[in-house]
């Protein structure tokens, strides 16, 4: 294909950032048009999470764009999960049994602010904000915009289109809106919404609590999370019903009962944040919902991305590293070198469209896990056996978790199912009690329960594939 086509991507977040960048670096002229204004002039973040998971298959991304060390500064490692009980105990739950497995708190704005800034550096990329898409001709591979700056409308064309808008894309809703191809669409909200909340520093600037995990309050029906950021405060995330249970956001309206709720089941977050009342009331409560559509493409004019075309919710930590792992595998593909835009979004999406639906219903499943199944004795039985394996057998083992989160180079379908079929094996000993006493196996014992696990681990997958599973 002719490189210097010119390409018009509609979102510059994190997702459209990268792909301007990593299609700039390729040679192609690329254009674009974002909603909102500049983040790097303008505070645009407040109530939407300021930090995220940051793993190996971002840092993959990074690697593929060069930005591997300027990357490196913004991240703060997290060794494993703070899980705070009730009375305001605490053990640390890592989330690897190898030393140099971790996962980052990093900052979404100074993130995308770098993405930017380096494409920028490319004369044949131009960003332009304060630009919203109201609607796409994918038959004519055009755009219909609002300049928010001049009010006026316009519209743009492109050699090819790529909407990187987010879980509301413009483009999204022109294929279900124009029905003239077979378009497939689905968006399942959570019960659960979610606000932001923070733990401010100290007074002398330092940390209030442990910076090197991600900490949880897991309480069954609903939780709180916490990641660390640059400044020595923490992004404190609330997950509740809207309407369920004897504390909902639906009734949660006053100060008093909003102090009561975390009296009763948040006492040592409280402790460590005397502006909860002003964050709770000033911040907006958003819904968490997964999309899931198909085709992303519309012959070789259009090809939706990252959340326009998968979006998820947060509890795998994965939803920026699976935007991310998008680009990077559009790549591969752009290295096979076909002939037009069709051929190359047509592989993307067969190759792409499995692994994302795979991490969609993992991030489901990790909802659970967090608030609840982390407090659950069975649970941490499997994970500290987990632990020993890994740490003792590090090439021959690896969790569910790791699989998704430090394995890069295994997609997300093939993770899941072997994960899956790891925890029942493990589930299933542990309640027959072929294994006991976790903690305290021999280096020997240890390695006769891994050689059971793998075993039953492989006739589950067999199983499976049997069922049509895999």
């Known amino acids: ?51 995220l998971a940051f793993s190996n298959r971002g840092i993959k991304a990074m690697k593929l764009v060069g ?15 703070m899980l705070h009980d009730i009375e305001g105990n605490t053990v640390l739950a890592p989330y690897s049994g190898r030393e140099n497995e971790y996962i980052n708190s990093i900052s979404r704005g100074q993130l ?40 006026k409308e316009f519209i743009e ?57 991600l900490h949880i309050w897991g ?27 004897e504390y909902n956001f639906n009734n949660l309206t006053t100060k008093e009962r ?14 460590l944040m005397p502006n909860l009342v002003d964050d709770f009331f000033e911040n907006p409560t958003s819904p968490l919902g997964t999309v899931k559509c198909s085709p992303w493409h519309y012959k070789g004019n259009t090809l939706l991305m990252g959340d326009a075309a998968h ?9 920026m590293n699976a935007s991310f792992e998008d680009v990077t595998e559009f790549d591969k593909v752009l290295d096979e070198k076909h002939k037009d835009w069709e051929t190359v979004f047509k592989q993307y999406e067969e190759s792409r469209k499995k692994d994302t639906d795979a991490i969609a219903d993992l991030a489901i499943d990790n909802f659970h896990e967090m608030k609840g199944h982390v407090n659950h004795a069975n649970f941490r039985e499997k994970r500290s056996l987990e632990m020993a394996f890994e740490k003792t057998f590090p090439y021959e083992y690896s969790s569910k978790y790791s699989l998704v989160t430090f394995n890069e180079n295994i997609g997300y379908r093939e993770a899941m199912l072997r994960g899956r079929a790891q925890d029942k094996a493990i589930l299933n000993m542990l309640a027959d009690g072929d294994i006991s ?23 589950i997958l067999e199983d499976d594939k049997i069922a049509g599973l895999k």
Not at 69 to 78: A, S
């Open 1 to 51: 294909m002719n490189k210097k086509q010119n390409i018009l991507i509609i979102g510059a977040g994190l997702c459209g950032s990268l792909l301007a960048l990593r299609l700039g670096q390729r040679g192609y002229n690329v254009t674009v048009m974002e909603m909102r204004p500049d983040l790097r002039t303008t505070d645009i973040s407040a109530g939407r999470s300021i930090n």
């Open 67 to 81: 930005l591997e060390e300027k990357v490196k500064p913004l991240c703060i490692p997290m060794n494993g999960r």
């Open 157 to 213: 064309d492109a050699d090819a289109i790529f909407a990187t808008d987010g879980a509301g894309s413009a483009m999204r809703q022109s294929y279900y809106l124009g029905k003239k191809f077979l378009f497939s669409f689905s968006q399942d909200y959570l019960t659960h919404g979610y606000k932001e909340l923070s733990i401010l520093p100290s007074e002398n600037g330092d940390y209030k609590t442990y910076k090197n995990a």
């Open 437 to 459: 006493d976790v903690n305290n196996l021999t280096n020997e014992a240890l390695k006769n329960t891994l050689e059971k696990v793998k075993a039953a681990t492989e006739a």
């Open 311 to 319: 979006a998820i919710v947060p509890f795998y930590g994965q939803g």
């Open 258 to 271: 909003v102090i009561e709720f975390f009296e009763k089941y948040f006492k040592d977050a409280l402790e």
């Open 112 to 151: 995308n602010a770098l993405l930017l800034d380096e494409a920028e550096k490319h004369e044949n990329v131009k960003i332009y904000f304060n630009r919203k898409c109201k609607s796409v001709d994918f038959e004519k591979t055009t755009a219909l915009f609002k300049d928010y700056n001049s009010n």
């Open 219 to 245: 309480r069954e029906a609903f939780m709180l999370i916490a990641l660390p950021n640059l400044d020595g405060s923490f992004t404190v995330t609330l997950f509740l019903n809207f309407n369920e249970g």
